[in-house]
């Protein structure tokens, strides 16, 4: 903006002339008065010097022209706080990262030495452990259950402090329960400070530095859906472990959709404010979501409805069908006023189809920010091929209901991968031949092999002590000391009927390679099942167990349907990639997959499905590749073409 290099300019000129003041009175003035006004000229340097350098700071951002000056200020102030705090913390870790073993024994004793006089603290004997040895052989490995009487006992009571540990919880979060039920866990103040010191300040500055665009002032499409919370006993939060971009006005002023717009809780009309909002700022700079997959619902869904958006602009209003409060829909209309430009300019932009729409319709945006590991890597890739080809996308953190577990820093390499935060959660970790034992022994963090698989283990700020929360990671390589890990898959997310435990990956692999050979069909998501979840009508059944595929493809491949010998494909090329599997099918103790195609839009449905009928909420839902209930398996049943 021209009144910000104005400023930095009569800045610069004013600390020039204090100079030259200051040294006038060094050399001529005596006395008492002359002295203050040399001290005055002295203060004054560092802060004009200071205030030029802030306002050349700010000019040199490029900001964009749907900021006022007000929202502009709040975005750099928000933006440079964060970059200084993740300049300092990056610095922290990487020290952490050269001594691992140091970082992670100090870490460990002080959580054990300040919940020693908890309940749970007094009854593992925390006062006494003075190692990582002896937690491990006081301590055993636990799994939710071991916790649930004392969460239910924090739930039931206000003074839920020194039960699990000695803070009282901000929340009780609620797990996605992708791989099984949900669950409850309670959460701290300092795990939520901890996520964004350790977590969210540190990639944003590794961010800066690998891509240096991101220092604009621009705003962000952000897609978060607040959920519908609910109270313990107690009067404390019940709900996802996620936070309202509401609850900070700074922060507000980063994103496209207005305050009103976040507390829309039906998730059909808060995505359709979000895709109005961002479409009305062309100069919208990122687009963020938790996962992959929430921002390819959100483009699938702009295809769908970009004629009514483009209306709305150009009338600068509310479409009056949207079901919204009277109230949020005068705020929200309060803050339109009708733009054809815009409109005729977004007109244009979709003419060209889904390859490359989001950068016709954002010229300036420069990254898609959302986790592209695990269960998102086929809507990560379906994005970068069509709506967001062209724009790198960069899957910033690794993390969970647990708290934050790792941070990538390696914004441009592919695939993504994550160093474990050594001075944050304590890291114990099991060879994953060993998996199946209930108490097997464990590695630490400064023992772990390169190329190897482990399920992680975890004792982190919010009461859980050496807790196996289902992750099965691989070892890609070591900054310093430090691990850095790449997501293999969740344990609950594997194929198992007669002990061959395929995995989430290996499945995945086995399907892509095959899919990668079929002209004329394009897939867009797939799930499997165990056939015993299964019953269909009239189906001869057999003795020996098999999987259930479900493929949905492209809508516009028309009536384009599986041939047998594709389907086939997929059975021979896993026998190929695993060589348990093609044992048992060689055997005969597994029988050949079914593999059904299923309806356009099915997965839409079953992600509407589990939302409706589960604890997960719009942000936290991962699409099980692996699924595990009845209910579900019957859903996509009837959803076979």
Not at 32 to 45: A, N
Not at 204 to 223: M, R, T
Not at 403 to 427: A, C, H, R
Not at 517 to 533: I, R
């Amino acid at each position: 903006m021209a009144w910000s290099l104005v400023i930095s300019v009569l800045s610069f000129t004013f600390v020039v002339y204090l100079l030259h003041y200051s040294h006038y009175l060094l050399t001529v003035r005596n006395g008492l008065d002359g002295l203050l006004e040399h001290l005055w000229s002295w203060i004054l340097i560092p802060v004009f010097s200071a205030t030029g350098y802030v306002c050349y700071d700010f000019y040199r951002r490029n900001v964009t022209p749907n900021h006022t000056i007000r929202t502009s200020i709040d975005h750099y102030i928000a933006i440079s706080s964060l970059s200084w705090v993740g300049w300092y913390m990056r610095r922290k870790l990487e020290k952490a990262t050269k001594n691992v073993k140091q970082a992670q024994d100090e870490l460990l004793l002080q959580r054990l030495k300040d919940n020693a006089e908890t309940l749970y603290g007094k009854e593992y004997q925390f006062g006494e452990i003075k190692d990582r040895e002896e937690y491990v052989r006081k301590h055993p490995l636990t799994r939710i259950s071991h916790y649930e009487p004392y969460i239910q006992k924090m739930l039931e009571t206000k003074e839920c402090e020194n039960i699990l540990t000695h803070k009282k919880p901000i929340q009780f979060a609620v797990t996605s329960g992708t791989s099984g039920k949900s669950s409850i866990l309670p959460m701290t103040g300092e795990q939520r400070l901890a996520f964004f010191t350790h977590g969210i300040a540190v990639v944003f500055n590794s961010l800066l530095q690998s891509l240096p665009e991101n220092k604009c002032i621009q705003k962000s499409l952000k897609l978060f859906y607040t959920p519908r919370w609910r109270e313990s006993a107690g009067g404390l939060p019940i709900g996802p472990n996620s936070s309202s971009p509401t609850n900070s006005k700074a922060l507000l002023s980063i994103y496209s959709t207005p305050k009103p717009g976040f507390e829309v809780l039906s998730e059909p009309e808060a995505l359709y404010i979000h895709l109005l909002f961002g479409l009305k700022d062309k100069y919208l700079g990122m687009v963020e979501a938790n996962f992959a997959s929430i921002v390819l619902i959100a483009f699938q869904a702009l295809e769908m409805q970009y004629k009514s958006l483009i209306e709305d602009i150009e009338l600068g209003r509310i479409n009056p069908d949207l079901k919204i409060t009277d109230e949020t829909r005068n705020e929200l209309n309060k803050l339109l006023s009708p733009d054809k430009n815009r409109a005729n300019e977004l007109r244009e932009a979709f003419k060209g189809g889904a390859a490359g729409l989001v950068k016709r319709v954002w010229p300036s945006c420069h990254l898609i920010l959302a986790a592209d590991t695990g269960v998102f890597t086929l809507p990560a890739s379906i994005l970068l091929e069509t709506y967001c080809k062209g724009i790198p996308m960069y899957s910033p953190l690794y993390a969970a209901s647990e708290g934050l577990l790792g941070v990538n820093i390696w914004p441009e390499d592919k695939p993504s991968k994550y160093m474990l935060v050594p001075g944050y959660m304590f890291f114990e970790f099991i060879p994953v031949q060993h998996c199946d034992e209930d108490q097997p022994q464990t590695l630490f963090l400064d023992q772990v092999e390169l190329g190897k698989e482990y399920e992680l283990v975890i004792t982190n700020a919010g009461g859980l002590y050496r807790y196996r929360f289902g992750d099965v990671v691989k070892i890609a390589g070591f900054h310093h000391q430090c691990p850095i890990i790449e997501f293999m898959y969740r344990q609950g997310q594997f194929l198992n009927v007669r002990g061959e435990k395929t995995s989430e990956k290996t499945f995945y692999n086995a399907l892509m390679k095959a899919v990668s050979n079929w002209e004329g069909l394009k897939l867009t998501d797939y799930c499997c099942s165990e056939s015993l979840l299964i019953s269909e009508e009239g189906e001869k059944k057999d003795y020996a167990p098999f999987y259930y595929v479900f493929l949905e493809f492209d809508s516009t491949d028309g009536d384009a349907m599986l041939t047998e010998e594709q389907k086939n494909q997929i059975d021979e090329t896993l026998c190929s990639l695993s060589y348990v599997y093609g044992s048992f099918r060689k055997k005969g103790s597994i029988q050949k997959m079914k593999v059904n195609m299923v309806k356009p839009g099915t997965f839409q449905g079953l992600r509407q499905f589990a939302i409706e009928t589960t604890q997960a909420s719009a942000n936290q839902y991962k699409i099980p590749r692996v699924v595990k209930t009845k209910e579900a398996a019957a859903f996509m049943m009837k959803n076979v073409i």
